[in-house]
């Protein structure tokens, strides 16, 4: 690799194990017991340890199923999968264990949901994405959560929230949520065939939008209408917000072959690319963040150098 490469390298393994961990395997290929030893730190090290600490004896984080500040269980558990935590590990196995037996969505969501365990969700199909996503990678049924998503699609291939009050347009912030879902569940269960046809339906929903464009037009769709952020702006923790790097790495972690309908996405990746190599943290989403994962808004981020980078990996190898 080139100097500047090894360099970006490095400061990426000058950091949390779970990003360490993460890129031992995707961008230097270290062998797979280095891999596994690395990863094994991720739930007594760093961040991911952190969130664990702030669990209460009830099973919940942030003293509830979901809020509207990123430090609820939901939150927590859907943030501990992007940072890696084995779900083999003791410390993961009890901390689900609680959420499991003990936390319901009781206060959170619509009352019909009140008696709801946290793993059966609740009635918004983008909640019901996070909750489903968290579940099937730490072993858990999410049966349940995964055949209402299917039965929620919509005909443009994929979903909304506001379908049930009267939407027949697919929303991207939605549609990305319960993709990645579906996308665990196949990985950790196995292929299904309908959630595999529904998933395809949602992929092809992104590619011709050609990630973020109009398909009537094929105009950049500058900004989203829920919440007015910019898809071209890279965020994390993405939480349930759409973003063009999100949409890229969901389609990485699927193995689907690029075509051109995702090289404007790839030239806007490498348009944010850095004098040193390194992505910066475009914006935050405001609210109460569980922990700390990087250096700040408008400041190097290794999480974004990290999913960047892994993106024009896959990009160059289909290519």
């Not at 090894?6 to 961990?21: G, H, K, T």
Request: with cysteine.
């Amino acid at each position: 690799m080139p100097t500047s490469q090894d360099a970006v390298i490095d400061w990426l393994l000058d950091a949390d194990p779970s990003i360490r961990w993460q890129v031992m395997r995707d961008l230097v290929g270290a062998p797979a017991g280095a891999v596994m030893a690395e990863r094994a730190r991720v739930a007594t090290e760093g961040a991911a340890a952190g969130l664990l600490a702030r669990q209460a004896p009830d099973g919940r984080w942030g003293g509830a199923a979901w809020n509207r500040g990123w430090d609820s269980t939901m939150h927590v558990l859907w943030l501990l999968r992007d940072l890696g935590l084995d779900p083999a590990a003791p410390e993961a196995r009890r901390a689900v264990g609680l959420v499991r037996d003990h936390v319901t969505w009781k206060g959170c969501g619509p009352p019909e949901a009140d008696d709801n365990p946290f793993f059966a969700g609740e009635v918004e199909p983008c909640i019901n994405g996070q909750v489903g996503a968290a579940g099937a990678y730490f072993g858990q049924d999410v049966r349940g959560i995964v055949d209402r998503l299917l039965a929620e699609q919509l005909p443009d291939g994929g979903w909304n929230c506001e379908a049930a009050n009267g939407s027949t347009r697919s929303s991207f912030n939605t549609t990305i949520c319960v993709l990645e879902a579906l996308l665990e569940y196949e990985q950790v269960v196995g292929p299904r065939p309908d959630v595999t046809r529904a998933r395809l339906d949602g992929q092809e929903y992104l590619l011709e939008r050609r990630l973020a464009r109009r398909k009537s037009t094929g105009e950049w769709i500058e900004r989203d209408r829920k919440g007015g952020a910019l898809w071209t702006r890279f965020a994390f923790p993405t939480w349930w917000h759409y973003d063009v790097l999100r949409g890229l790495d969901y389609l990485r972690s699927a193995g689907v072959a690029p075509d051109e309908r995702v090289s404007g996405a790839i030239e806007l990746v490498r348009s944010k690319r850095d004098d040193d190599g390194r992505w910066w943290l475009d914006t935050q989403y405001p609210g109460r963040m569980p922990i700390a994962t990087d250096g700040g808004e408008g400041r190097p981020s290794r999480w974004i150098t990290l999913r960047a980078l892994r993106v024009l990996n896959w990009y160059s190898a289909g290519n």
